[in-house]
């Protein structure tokens, strides 16, 4: 499996051919935070071909002094505005968050390698994996 993507310091490989057939666990689930930076805010506007202020209003709202994008709910689940269920993709993905970017190495699956597994068919653990 050589497109398995490895990053130091990281108990785990991802295999990113697995996002074709997962259905997008990563952008639904429980609730959370997507947090986005004025930069990244702008350029997902500009990806929109909408306004900022507009896409402020439609899109985010505000956590403490940050920004996070809005989520949707279907069935029960809790998924990103941008995530495209009859796609299995993500609407902006050409201008996604860097926290859409990074995922999975985040720091907090560093030590939870086991929840990660459960939301990620993609994490490849141990060499009998590889």
Known sequence: MSDLIYKEGYPYRFNPSACA???GRCCTGESGYIFVSKDEIEKIAQFLNVEV???IDTYLFKKGYKYSIKEK???GSHECAFY????????VYGARPIQCQTFPFWDYFKTRVDVLKKECPG????DSDV
Do not use: A, D, K
Request: hydrophobic fraction near 30%; charge should be negative; proline fraction near 0%.
């Open 21 to 23: 057939s997962c259905q």
């Open 123 to 126: 994490i490849v653990t141990g």
């Open 84 to 91: 495209e269920r009859e796609l299995n993709s993500c609407g």
């Open 73 to 75: 709910v279907f069935n």
């Open 53 to 55: 202020q507009n896409f």
